[in-house]
């Protein structure tokens, strides 16, 4: 009972077996902070896959996954109509997956979503070898029913290189679901590498959604 760090101190002052109690102490002292603005989802918990990233002068997110997972959410409230749009920018470096991941024990992969008023959401990923413009519903079993992937990159060509995205998510939804919903209300950054044990390196900014005149930047931190 009581705070970690305090009872990691007292469990090392009786000794440490390969210096295992001093490595998370030393975790926990220097614990990366999530980015500003942005939550975990609160099943999966807290990490420190994701972190704040200033690069060319422009506020950005740093992904680095390894054996782990995360889901990090913003809320992002705006109408979903026929030219409503999710913007980009994305650095993919390194793939976590070295199969197609539409299959249980290869679903690792790195992703930006948005979550709409009705539960569900629309995952955007850069895939292994997946054809460009599959839609699959997600292999996992607990997540089937609520999640939708759609690969807009396949392969290596463009690994280690800022490209600028931008989905028609209307579109997008009347693809995957047959019809759009009414509303988005978050946008999340997923990260999953805990079934092949690799290594996924990205990074993003500049995510905005739009709509006509209408603009909502993600990237900023909340106000």
């Given at each position: 009972?009581?705070e970690?760090?305090?009872?990691l101190e007292?469990?090392?002052?009786?000794?440490?077996?390969?210096?295992l109690?001093?490595?998370e102490?030393?975790?926990?002292?220097?614990?990366?902070p999530k980015?500003?603005?942005?939550?975990?989802?609160?099943?999966?918990?807290?990490?420190?896959i994701y972190s704040d990233l200033?690069?060319?002068?422009?506020?950005g997110i740093q992904?680095?996954t390894h054996?782990?997972?995360?889901?990090?959410?913003?809320?992002?409230?705006?109408?979903?109509?026929?030219?409503?749009r999710?913007?980009?920018?994305?650095?993919?470096?390194e793939?976590?997956s070295?199969?197609?991941?539409?299959?249980?024990?290869?679903h690792?992969?790195?992703s930006?979503?948005v979550?709409f008023?009705?539960g569900?959401?629309?995952?955007y990923y850069?895939?292994?070898?997946?054809p460009v413009?599959t839609?699959?519903?997600c292999?996992l079993p607990t997540?089937?029913?609520?999640?939708t992937?759609?690969?807009?990159?396949?392969?290596?060509?463009?690994?280690g290189?800022?490209i600028?995205?931008?989905?028609?998510?209307?579109?997008?939804c009347r693809?995957?679901y047959?019809?759009?919903p009414?509303?988005i209300v978050?946008?999340?950054?997923?990260a999953?590498s805990?079934?092949q044990?690799?290594?996924?390196?990205?990074e993003y900014r500049?995510?905005r959604?739009?709509?006509g005149d209408a603009?909502?930047d993600?990237?900023?931190a909340?106000?």
């Amino acid at each position: 009972n009581g705070e970690p760090l305090n009872g990691l101190e007292r469990t090392a002052s009786e000794g440490d077996v390969d210096g295992l109690v001093a490595m998370e102490i030393d975790r926990l002292k220097h614990a990366k902070p999530k980015p500003a603005g942005w939550d975990f989802l609160w099943f999966l918990g807290r990490s420190e896959i994701y972190s704040d990233l200033s690069t060319d002068n422009k506020r950005g997110i740093q992904c680095k996954t390894h054996k782990n997972v995360c889901i990090l959410q913003k809320d992002a409230p705006f109408a979903l109509t026929p030219d409503t749009r999710l913007q980009w920018a994305w650095c993919m470096d390194e793939l976590p997956s070295d199969f197609p991941e539409y299959t249980l024990p290869t679903h690792d992969y790195m992703s930006i979503a948005v979550e709409f008023d009705n539960g569900q959401d629309l995952t955007y990923y850069w895939s292994h070898s997946v054809p460009v413009e599959t839609c699959y519903r997600c292999p996992l079993p607990t997540w089937n029913s609520r999640e939708t992937h759609l690969v807009v990159r396949s392969g290596h060509d463009g690994l280690g290189q800022w490209i600028d995205e931008s989905r028609n998510v209307y579109e997008d939804c009347r693809k995957a679901y047959g019809e759009a919903p009414k509303r988005i209300v978050r946008v999340w950054l997923i990260a999953n590498s805990l079934l092949q044990r690799k290594h996924g390196k990205c990074e993003y900014r500049d995510i905005r959604l739009t709509n006509g005149d209408a603009v909502l930047d993600v990237s900023l931190a909340a106000s």
